[in-house]
């Protein structure tokens, strides 16, 4: 008779209190892409501690709106940025879309995003057709891979690549592929916000934003990232009432 | 008694389970010529994030470039190319040298990233 009244009470806790925690979670985002995620250009002495790219930006927007984030990622620098961020990313200098797609997997099971920042594909520029999107395709692949293991769900907010100025039109034909490819798994049903990188007036190399690109990065980042953040809290929003009647 | 002894063999095995990431044989391996080993010791100190800190490592910029330039070297492919990138920032580097060079090796070894950085300088300014 006890250990059946314990059962009752055990299962009334979780009941309550397991979506209660996925309503305070904090959102779980990973910053996914290549030196321009990392924060790295060509004769940098900076030390890893003081590399931050567009993360250091954004987490401060988010911070000003008042979003309680947690940037994910096994890489982390920026530590001796000020004021201090979470510097925790997966940006691989010089990585492909067929790189990522790789590892991407493994990394998902380590840290469980609920969004994924992702500007990939300008190294394909040396080796692949504009037109061929089957690394970052298989990157998205992955990533519903996933979602289907583990019965989770992700946004991914892919952006349109950072024009290169001595590539040609290598990159303008890279984003129409891309837009026509997001379009498409869109209407399939994949969960992705597109987003247009323009910030070609600030590059220090050539290749990679100085530090008021990587600002202009985060405003463009910024708003997608709201709109996910809002629509993921929408999904729970259905227990707010419920838990005010409870907790009268 | 009995409960304390399991207690105490309890702790010996967490502690066992802990104290095999940390990088102690990479750092003998690597003293002993493995440029693997100086590579993977090297990645810990660059990278090492917080939340998966292993115990006995904490993130040092310099000792990672001494450890990359130890295993590029040693002929490991994958630390040329991290070398590479961070030849401008290394105080002792060869001036004879510079970061194409390593990007070079670590193609010519056989590591994609350095073709690939090599390549892309081409699109510098």
């Known amino acids: 008779m006890r250990v059946q009244v314990m059962k009752k009470i055990l299962t009334l806790t979780l009941f309550l209190f397991l979506p209660l925690t996925l309503l305070q979670a904090k959102v779980k985002i990973m910053p996914l892409g290549d030196?321009?995620?990392?924060?790295?250009?060509?004769?940098?002495?900076?030390?890893?501690?003081?590399?931050?790219?567009?993360?250091?930006?954004?987490?401060?927007?988010?911070?000003?709106?008042?979003?309680?984030?947690?940037?994910?990622?096994?890489?982390?620098?920026?530590?001796?940025?000020?004021?201090?961020?979470?510097?925790?990313?997966?940006?691989?200098?010089?990585?492909?879309?067929?790189?990522?797609?790789?590892?991407?997997?493994?990394?998902?099971?380590?840290?469980?995003?609920?969004?994924?920042?992702?500007?990939?594909?300008?190294?394909?520029?040396?080796?692949?057709?504009?037109?061929?999107?089957?690394?970052?395709?298989?990157?998205?692949?992955?990533?519903?891979?996933?979602?289907?293991?583990?019965?989770?769900?992700?946004?991914?907010?892919?952006?349109?690549?950072?024009?290169?100025?001595?590539?040609?039109?290598?990159?303008?034909?890279?984003?129409?592929?891309?837009?026509?490819?997001?379009?498409?798994?869109?209407?399939?049903?994949?969960?992705?916000?597109?987003?247009?990188?323009?910030?070609?007036?600030?590059?220090?190399?050539?290749?990679?934003?100085?530090?008021?690109?990587?600002?202009?990065?985060?405003?463009?980042?910024?708003?997608?990232?709201?709109?996910?953040?809002?629509?993921?809290?929408?999904?729970?929003?259905?227990?707010?009432?419920?838990?005010?009647?409870?907790?009268? | 008694m009995i409960k304390l002894k399991y207690t105490l063999a309890l702790f010996v095995i967490l502690f066992s389970i802990l104290y095999a990431n940390s990088f102690t044989k990479e750092r003998m391996d690597c003293d002993a010529g493995n440029a693997e080993a100086c590579y993977k010791e090297a990645e810990a100190y660059a990278f090492t994030s917080d939340k998966i800190k292993k115990l006995d490592i904490q993130r040092d910029a310099q000792q990672a470039i001494v450890l990359y330039k130890k295993s590029c070297t040693l002929g490991y492919a994958k630390g040329c190319s991290q070398y590479g990138m961070r030849y401008a920032a290394d105080t002792e580097k060869d001036p004879s040298k510079n970061d194409a060079y390593y990007f070079q090796k670590a193609c010519d070894g056989g590591d994609l990233t350095g073709c690939t950085l090599l390549k892309m300088m081409t699109l510098r300014k």
């Open chain 1, 35 to 248: 030196s321009i995620t990392w924060d790295w250009y060509y004769g940098d002495t900076r030390p890893a501690a003081y590399l931050h790219s567009y993360r250091n930006h954004l987490w401060y927007k988010l911070s000003d709106a008042g979003y309680d984030v947690d940037f994910v990622g096994s890489r982390t620098n920026g530590s001796a940025v000020s004021p201090v961020f979470d510097g925790n990313n997966e940006g691989y200098t010089g990585y492909t879309t067929h790189q990522i797609k790789s590892l991407i997997y493994a990394k998902l099971q380590a840290t469980s995003p609920d969004i994924i920042l992702l500007h990939i594909g300008t190294n394909d520029s040396m080796y692949y057709s504009p037109y061929d999107m089957s690394g970052i395709e298989g990157i998205l692949n992955e990533i519903d891979r996933y979602e289907n293991a583990y019965n989770t769900h992700i946004t991914v907010i892919l952006a349109r690549l950072i024009p290169l100025p001595k590539a040609g039109s290598w990159v303008t034909n890279f984003n129409s592929s891309l837009d026509t490819m997001v379009a498409n798994r869109i209407a399939n049903g994949d969960d992705i916000i597109k987003v247009n990188m323009n910030v070609v007036s600030s590059l220090i190399d050539g290749i990679h934003p100085t530090n008021t690109g990587y600002a202009q990065m985060a405003d463009i980042w910024f708003p997608a990232l709201e709109k996910a953040i809002k629509d993921r809290e929408d999904d729970y929003a259905y227990l707010i009432p419920v838990y005010g009647l409870l907790f009268q």
